[in-house]
């Protein structure tokens, strides 16, 4: 489907401005419409941008608050430090903007969740140590955007990080997933999972996964029972044997703990048989099945004992483990499907949506985004809460890609596009279409999709030099 640049006119006109006042005035709002493809329908009701991104060696995190009053946005780099940014979503304002972690330390923010009462932020990555990279953890006021506490967590000479984070239901403890390593340069990777006190960030357990099939093994996303009593942490491992190669290749990784005491209750792999790299988890509401997402489709386990309950392809899929890292995953309210946005690989890229169903992994159908000659990559989900639409968020790579180890995918000569498309959730097909270029920046990138009851925000992040740029938001009417 070709994405028509929106907002074109409205951020060349507003180039360079922060959120003191609101990004986009009316006026400029309705030279925006002027370019919709579909009038008024595509336009934004607010477009800003706003310092403090990075796009160093991965994509800025962000979180729609529960109340859908606040978005999140985090971002870290090697230069600039970590920065949380909330933007007020009824006036798309700038509520609050910090700096974590000192200039030097925070490398990467991974993730972000909220307490339940939302009036904590938690956001998790990775800082320089004084002799190795450890996991970091900042509890931050939703407020004012004050550090209420800080803390790290790691071996004395090894290497950690927090990829995902996850809060009990009851507000009172913190759930990290990521890896661990007992030195800096070792090859022999664990998985790592990390309980907190909430409110202090006291060290309650840990735990490492450890395959006995390879060395390589990390979890990515954390979450929590509904009934707060197991803990589930979902990503890779290395597990298939490859008989062309004799190599081992990865598989998708879960696995289970008492919330209480760290205890392992089970482990698994599953997945297809080369190269799957498990990057998102989902738990449905029931607590019968735990869903892991990857670059090559999702697989369901028994959250009774970890035994396999389905695995589901998406044809074409491709098997770079390298792109699982922009995976996303999302479950309809109901929780009998399950939304996949991954990344299809042909003569170029292009982003697909896939649904399958929770209770029998039949691929129910799929939707690809994409321009000819042209990279096109998934990099969000969200379904909305009543159920009828899925929202993909991608970006166009015009002139195609190249691959930076780490940094992953980077566009070649022609800018960008952020795209949001609408889809049927019974079909999949397209309604509607909102795209964003920022025609000073090198790269427009949009980084996630949320939704909420009545609207749907696209969140991203625009660069100015290589790696250092803006945050850019932008709600729209659903």
Same mark, same amino acid.
Request: negative net charge; contains cysteine; charged residues 15%.
């Given at each position: 489907m070709r994405r028509t640049p929106v907002f074109f006119l409205a951020c060349l006109m507003t180039a360079g401005f922060v959120s003191a006042a609101p990004a986009v005035a009316d006026p400029l709002d309705d030279l925006a419409c002027s370019l919709g493809p579909v009038?008024?329908?595509?336009?934004?009701?607010?477009?800003?941008?706003?310092?403090? =991104?990075?796009?160093?060696?991965?994509?800025?995190? #962000?979180?729609? +608050?529960?109340?859908?009053?606040?978005?999140?946005?985090?971002?870290?780099?090697? !230069?600039?430090?970590?920065?949380?940014?909330?933007?007020?979503? +009824?006036?798309?304002?700038?509520?609050?903007?910090?700096?974590?972690?000192?200039?030097?330390?925070?490398? @990467?923010?991974?993730? *972000?969740?909220? #307490?339940?009462?939302?009036?904590?932020? /938690?956001?998790?990555? *990775?800082?320089?140590?004084?002799?190795?990279?450890?996991a970091v953890i900042f509890a931050v006021d939703a407020d004012d955007g004050s550090l209420i506490w800080s803390g790290t967590h790691g071996t004395a000479n090894g290497f950690s990080i927090a990829i995902g984070a996850a809060v009990s239901t009851d507000g009172a403890r913190l759930y990290l997933a990521g890896a661990t390593a007992t030195a800096p340069d070792d090859d022999a990777v664990d998985g790592l999972v990390v309980a907190l006190d909430a409110t202090d960030g006291t060290l309650l357990w840990d =735990?490492? /996964?450890?395959?006995?099939?390879? +060395? !390589?093994? *990390? !979890?990515?996303? $954390?979450?929590? #029972?509904?009934?707060?009593?197991?803990? /589930?942490?979902?990503?890779?491992?290395t597990d298939v044997h490859d008989t062309t190669s004799g190599d081992n290749e990865m598989a998708y990784a879960a696995a289970a703990y008492d919330a209480l005491t760290g205890t392992e209750l089970w482990n698994t792999t599953g997945g297809a048989t080369d190269a799957d790299f498990g990057r998102r988890l989902a738990v449905t509401p029931d607590g019968d099945s735990v869903l892991v997402?990857?670059?090559?489709?999702?697989?369901?386990? +028994?959250?009774?004992?970890?035994?396999?309950? @389905?695995?589901? $392809?998406?044809?074409?899929? #491709?098997? @770079?483990?390298? *792109?699982?890292? !922009?995976?996303?995953?999302?479950?309809?309210?109901? =929780?009998?499907? =399950? /939304?996949?946005a991954t990344t299809r690989e042909t003569a170029y890229y292009d982003a697909v949506l896939a649904a399958f169903d929770t209770s029998s992994g039949l691929l129910e159908w799929t939707a690809s985004e994409g321009t000819p000659n042209e990279d096109t990559l998934a990099t969000g989900v969200a379904v909305s809460p009543d159920g009828t639409s899925v929202y993909l968020a991608s970006t166009g790579l015009r002139g195609g890609s190249t691959y930076v180890p780490f940094l992953g995918w980077v566009g070649l000569p022609g800018g960008s596009e952020a795209t949001v498309t609408v889809h049927d959730v019974a079909t999949g097909v397209s309604s509607r279409t909102v795209s964003y270029t920022d025609p000073l920046a090198e790269y427009t990138v949009a980084t996630d999709v949320h939704a909420d009851g009545s609207a749907f925000y696209m969140a991203g992040v625009v660069t100015v030099e290589s790696d250092q740029g803006d945050f850019i938001a932008a709600k729209f009417t659903a």
């Open positions: 009038g008024g329908a595509a336009c934004a009701e607010w477009l800003m941008r706003h310092p403090g =991104a990075g796009l160093d060696e991965l994509l800025p995190v #962000s979180l729609l +608050s529960a109340d859908g009053s606040v978005l999140y946005q985090g971002s870290g780099d090697h !230069f600039g430090g970590c920065t949380l940014a909330a933007v007020d979503t +009824s006036a798309g304002l700038l509520a609050w903007s910090t700096g974590l972690g000192g200039v030097d330390d925070c490398v @990467w923010l991974l993730d *972000l969740t909220e #307490s339940p009462d939302g009036a904590t932020v /938690y956001a998790t990555g *990775l800082v320089d140590g004084a002799h190795n990279d450890q =735990a490492v /996964y450890a395959h006995p099939a390879g +060395s !390589f093994d *990390l !979890f990515l996303d $954390i979450a929590v #029972s509904a009934d707060g009593t197991t803990v /589930y942490a979902g990503g890779s491992a997402g990857g670059n090559k489709g999702v697989s369901a386990f +028994s959250s009774a004992d970890g035994s396999s309950l @389905w695995d589901t $392809i998406v044809p074409g899929a #491709s098997d @770079w483990d390298d *792109l699982a890292l !922009f995976v996303d995953l999302a479950l309809s309210p109901d =929780a009998t499907t =399950a /939304y996949l």
